[in-house]
């Protein structure tokens, strides 16, 4: 089973700052990793798959990017709504796995 | 708008079943793969199980195969995961989820319902 291991467990930065996020995966799964985000009560949103791909409506501050075991999704100006938890997915190794979470918390 | 609204869940005894349900709406629900994810209090996200298009492929997470069953009614646009032999750890927020791409299978979740909480508790 392929572990997805999120770092740093929660991000305080404030809005207009650059935000980073990194996940690392037990083994190589080449591009298959996604990020979605999860506000407080709500469902989680797609945001990046295939590594790098954004979803429909997300906006272009999100990217992603990396490839074979280290992941890194990226928000270049955090807006208000973007306070929230991110997790990474894999779909390259059965079984399907999320990573453990990352809180982007207001500074 | 795509959409996907989940119902069933509720309190229930250690030992007993449930049976939860999605129904979606704004999209074309028999080309799809549908899965259920699930998240319990405070925690993260954990797979649980996929259906193919037409209902006759499934699989299942090690830790509900034999007790879950998923299945679809294409014809009614809804999504079913009949749960027996419900334990303590199966307390979670179940969401179900659409496949992200058409006809394929993808195993990237989008859209996703916004959830049903199973309390599984004496």
């Known amino acids: 089973e392929i572990v997805l291991t999120q770092s740093p467990a929660t991000l305080s930065l404030s809005p207009g700052e650059r935000a980073t996020l990194s996940c690392r995966a037990s083994?190589?799964?080449?591009?298959?990793l996604a990020w979605y985000q999860q506000k407080p009560g709500q469902a989680p949103r797609l945001l990046i798959y295939d590594a790098f791909n954004r979803a429909t409506g997300v906006p272009a501050r999100f990217s992603g990017s990396g490839s074979g075991t280290d992941f890194t999704l990226t928000i270049s100006s955090l807006e208000p709504e973007d306070f929230a938890v991110y997790y990474c997915q894999q779909r390259s190794n059965w079984p399907l796995s999320f990573g453990g979470g990352t809180k982007v918390e207001i500074k | 708008e795509e959409q996907l609204v989940e119902s069933g869940g509720g309190l229930v005894q250690p030992g007993g079943s449930l049976r939860l349900s999605c129904a979606a709406s704004?999209?074309?629900?028999?080309?799809?793969?549908m899965h259920w994810v699930r998240q319990a209090p405070g925690k993260g996200l954990v797979w649980v199980s996929r259906i193919n298009s037409d209902g006759t492929s499934t699989s299942y997470a090690d830790s509900v195969k034999g007790r879950f069953t998923i299945s679809r009614d294409n014809a009614n646009n809804t999504l079913y995961l009949q749960m027996n032999s419900l334990r303590a750890e199966d307390t979670a927020v179940y969401y179900c989820?659409?496949?992200?791409?058409?006809?394929?299978?993808?195993?990237?979740?989008?859209?996703w319902g916004q959830g049903t909480l199973v309390t599984v508790s004496s």
């Open positions: 704004g999209f074309t629900f028999s080309s799809y793969w």
């Open positions: 989820a659409r496949d992200r791409a058409s006809r394929s299978l993808n195993n990237w979740f989008d859209p």
């Open positions: 083994q190589t799964i080449t591009s298959y």
